[in-house]
């Protein structure tokens, strides 16, 4: 995305401004800060709308300025809570300030804190508009500490080469939602029965953000996996394969990614015309058959 060609003429200029402030300015204590400009009111309630705010949501803010974003879900919906941090202390006690006034300091709170600093494990929704450099900064922190699935919204700016799930620019300024992947990337196993055939698959998936693709061994025969959609901790897929004994079979596969461990379905459409659904548990391993030694023998 053109950052810069979403931005109305006043915030361009006023980043502008900002950015020719802070190279001629002395050098401050924190090595990267973004300017406090306030979101209008319009552009909260559009990122609030498109995180899609559930009953006992975690909502927080990095940068939070004056906490309005926080404010907002907050007064939105009784059952969410959240918090803000911000570098700039004077901001963090108007924001508490308030939350006071508004009747929500029992499930809002703001703290003087670094970004990096914040502790993001069990939040479900995560709002950042900070400097591009800074929000860049921030992803790996981000893939690596918040749970997934959890809901991560910006105005403006991108996350560099991870691609939003959803953009809204339908009010001239976009607003971006991107969700945390599950890990899937590494080697994983299964095992199912069909026809009294015990069958093992040995697969490899690799994994850029939410993109993803793999194949899968089973007994000599090889196929790739297809229509792969890892959304949050839901991960998808079908599969095409001959498998001996069976015949060509397609298999769709869905489940939840839970640390090591995948659990769900798969629907497997047999050679006769009949569909068969089983239980499916893929679980990570260490090493693959993948690999293995395949031989010169046709089928």
């Known amino acids: 995305m053109n950052t810069v060609s979403t931005m109305g003429p006043a915030v361009r ?35 609030v709308k498109l995180a899609r705010i559930q009953d006992n949501d975690v909502v927080v803010d990095l940068g939070s300025g004056d906490g309005r974003i926080v404010l907002t879900a907050a007064r939105d919906n009784p059952k969410v ?36 600093d914040a502790d993001i494990r069990d939040v479900t929704v995560i709002n950042m508009w900070l400097f591009p450099e800074l929000m860049r900064l921030l992803r790996p922190k981000i ?10 919204l910006t105005h403006l700016f991108d996350m ?10 339908e009010a001239g300024s976009a607003v971006g939602l991107w969700i945390v992947p599950a890990k899937v990337e590494g080697y994983w196993s299964w095992q199912y029965t069909l026809n009294g055939i015990p069958f093992t698959h040995d697969a490899i998936l690799e994994q850029r953000f939410q993109m993803a693709e793999g194949v899968t061994r089973a007994g000599n025969r090889r196929g790739l996996l297809q ?14 394969m001959t498998l001996d004994g069976v015949g060509l079979t397609r298999h769709d596969f869905a489940g939840k990614v839970n640390g090591d461990q995948i659990k769900g379905t798969v629907k497997i459409a047999m050679p006769d015309g009949k569909n068969v659904e089983l239980p499916w548990t893929a679980r990570r391993t260490v090493t693959t058959a993948y690999f293995r030694p395949t031989g010169v023998e046709t089928k």
């Open 13 to 47: 200029t006023l980043l502008a401004a900002a950015m020719l402030s802070l190279c001629a300015g002395a050098a401050t204590a924190q090595e990267r800060f973004s300017l406090f400009v306030p979101s209008a009111q319009p552009t909260v309630e559009r990122l």
């Open 143 to 152: 893939l690596a500490e918040a749970r997934p699935g959890t809901r991560v």
């Open 160 to 169: 560099g080469s991870w691609q939003a799930d959803e953009w809204d620019k």
């Open 81 to 116: 809570r959240g918090w803000g941090v911000d570098i700039n202390e004077n901001l963090v006690r108007q924001s508490n300030e308030a939350a006071k006034k508004q009747g929500v300091s029992d499930r809002v709170q703001f703290f003087h804190r670094n970004v990096f």
């Open 227 to 240: 229509n792969v959609r890892l959304r949050g901790e839901d991960f998808s897929f079908s599969l095409e």
